[in-house]
């Protein structure tokens, strides 16, 4: 096989996705605005491209839009989540934007996307905060994860 090839499976396509749906997660938060909005700027012909092989329009649409929608209705259990598994010593507040905005992907897939094992969350989130961050966000966002993962995926 080619060094080429680029990786089309589903769970390829749904990686492009979930890294898809944190920008448009950020984008909301940093303009302040919904996820509604930023998706409606996006369908009047805005192309984002991860990166010169990969483009938006090679995801998984359907688990894309599927998860932003699962986020957004959940928004305040999610939230409440995170707090939840947060140190005494920190708060919402602290968490850098992309930190929080990969933890909220991530918890919104513990809770709604029960076909999807937990370790394949974790490996993709894990492999996204790699992109932004060094060793010890990465460390911070695992463990984030696999705590709140005890409680939410113990309760299904």
Do not use: H
């Not at 990969?54 to 707090?83: T, Y």
């Amino acid at each position: 096989m080619e060094g080429n090839k680029k990786r089309r499976t589903k769970s390829g396509l749904r990686g492009v996705a979930r890294f898809c749906a944190l920008q448009t997660l950020y984008r909301s938060e940093f303009c302040n605005s919904t996820v509604a909005s930023v998706l409606g700027e996006s369908d009047k012909g805005a192309e984002v491209f991860l990166t010169e092989s990969i483009s938006v329009s090679e995801m998984d649409k359907v688990f894309f839009k599927q998860l932003l929608d699962e986020s957004s209705k959940n928004l305040s259990d999610v939230d409440a989540i995170i707090a939840k598994n947060l140190s005494k010593s920190w708060s919402m507040d602290r968490l850098d934007p992309v930190t929080k905005c990969i933890l909220q992907l991530g918890i919104t897939e513990l809770m709604c996307f029960k076909e999807t094992p937990s370790n394949v969350i974790f490996n993709e989130y894990i492999e996204i905060a790699k992109a932004f961050f060094d060793t010890p966000e990465v460390s911070f966002i695992n463990g984030l994860l696999n705590k709140a993962a005890d409680s939410i995926r113990k309760k299904q």
